[in-house]
């Protein structure tokens, strides 16, 4: 698996039931262990003493997860026959990965071809297996290649939501990218001054719309200050009351997710419930701190604790660094920077309070100009690195189709497959 394929499946995964038909202790082992993953968190691991055989028992009789995995030491014809045999016990919904003992390209294409995701040599390390699994759930029940894009602010006021719109901009007229922006900060949002629109909605009621699957109310709370760009026109949150629960703007996430191939986050003036279910579920995070030093160690214990939020990883986070020049001899040095965060800043962005606060009150967009054009590219990077291995860069279609598979399908096409041919 390509290491960009790799970064991909570092998500939190959706909640899932996967069951593992084997006889081979070392394989159950290794499943097993993925129950310490913090990827694996909502998946439901099922291990069956037994073979492809067991596999259509079971699913003969009662429901097929929505992944089933069959090791086996023979494969021939017979094994061929059985697989078919399997594809219509199961579901059009459970996708398939084959364990066997020989090492075999055309054996490989042969199984990929009758619908199964992959097909894995024996013995198989967690760290394969748990890849493998992660990335066959995600093409089936994920977000169809969606991504999303976090930012989150050291501190207070440092520039996120300036930048989280210069990335939206950047993602929807640069990279002709489908892009929903979404501030979660309720009725503490100033989106709505940057963009031009008018809140007529709140956070709860997009929730409640997603919930009660009432399509046409949510359609109503969007707005798109350009062709590709949409947002959810909230902001008329009362500041001073809770916002939704997480599971609720997890379910909104999700719902943008099925819509749009990119989802950005502005977390600057959400809680802290908010920021960690975004975090968690994010493939990519820009954390946007300034060169001063109560910003630079705030980026310290963030970058930290996000770390420690995502299982130990901290690869898909990055510092941006905002305001450079703001206050030239009081600033961190650079060098001093990279060595208290232990890594480089993704991006600089200049301070120019001209440029910045001239776009915000004529609610125009930062790329318009030249100086604040070379910011968008500055970021555009950043964008390209997420999307990389989606193929989305040369789709801008919107994918409405939450169960469109692109790639493999499920292992009850095999059987439809076969329907249709016979
Ligand atoms: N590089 C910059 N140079 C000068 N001014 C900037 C720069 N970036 C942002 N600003 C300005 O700083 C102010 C705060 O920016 P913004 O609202 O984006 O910050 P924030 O981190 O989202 O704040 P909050 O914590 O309130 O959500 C705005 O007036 C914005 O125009
Ligand atoms: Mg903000």
Redo the contacts with the bound molecule.
């Keep these: 698996m390509s290491e960009e394929a790799k970064a991909y499946t570092d998500v939190l995964l959706p909640g899932a039931r996967v069951a593992l038909f084997t006889r081979d202790s070392e394989t159950r082992d290794s499943f097993l262990s993925l129950q310490q993953d913090w990827r694996f968190a909502r998946v439901e691991l099922q291990t069956h003493e037994g073979d492809v055989d067991t596999a259509i028992n079971a699913y003969e009789s009662q429901p097929s997860p929505d992944l089933v995995i069959v090791q086996t030491e023979t494969i021939n014809e017979g094994f061929s026959g059985r697989l078919e045999v399997l594809g219509g016990a199961c579901g059009d919904h459970t996708s398939a990965i084959v364990i066997g003992p020989v090492n075999d390209v055309n054996l490989y294409r042969k199984l990929v071809g009758m619908g199964v995701s992959d097909y894995l040599v024996r013995p198989v390390k967690a760290a394969t297996m748990g890849n493998d699994i992660a990335a066959s759930l995600i093409e089936k029940i994920g977000e169809t290649g969606s991504r999303l894009i976090a930012l989150i602010?050291a501190k207070?006021?440092?520039?996120?939501?300036?930048l989280a719109e210069a990335l939206s901009w950047g993602l929807a007229d640069h990279m002709q990218q489908k892009t929903f922006l979404l501030d979660a900060?309720g009725g503490w949002s100033?989106l709505n001054v940057g963009l031009n629109f008018e809140p007529t909605t709140t956070i709860n009621e997009a929730v409640r719309a997603v919930t009660e699957q009432n399509e046409d109310s949510l359609t109503r709370m969007l707005f798109s200050p350009g062709e590709r760009l949409t947002v959810l026109s909230s902001g008329g949150d009362v500041m001073l009351e809770d916002l939704v629960q997480p599971d609720g703007f997890e379910a909104l996430l999700d719902r943008m997710m099925s819509k749009y191939p990119v989802v950005v986050v502005d977390l600057?003036?959400g809680s802290a419930a908010l920021k960690r279910t975004t975090l968690v579920r994010a493939h990519e995070i820009l954390l946007?701190t300034t060169p001063t030093l109560p910003s630079i160690r705030a980026t310290r214990t963030l970058i930290h604790e996000i770390k420690q939020l995502r299982g130990g990883h901290d690869d898909a986070i990055d510092v941006i660094l905002?305001?450079v020049g703001l206050a030239p001899k009081s600033e961190v040095p650079k060098k001093q920077i990279e060595e208290g965060l232990e890594r480089k800043a993704a991006a600089s962005?200049?301070?120019?309070?001209g440029l910045?606060?001239r776009i915000?009150s004529e609610a125009r967009k930062l790329g318009e100009d030249k100086s604040g054009s070379d910011i968008v590219e500055k970021l555009l990077p950043l964008a390209r690195k997420v999307l990389a291995g989606t193929g989305s860069e040369s789709s801008s279609a919107m994918s409405e189709d939450k169960g469109d598979n692109k790639k493999g399908g499920g292992i009850g096409n095999l059987f439809s497959k076969l329907k249709a041919r016979s």
Excluded at 156 to 162: E, I, L, W
Excluded at 349 to 353: H, L, T, Y
């Design positions: 602010g207070g006021g440092v520039g996120t939501t300036s900060a100033t600057s003036g946007i905002n305001m962005v200049p301070f120019d309070p910045f606060i915000e």
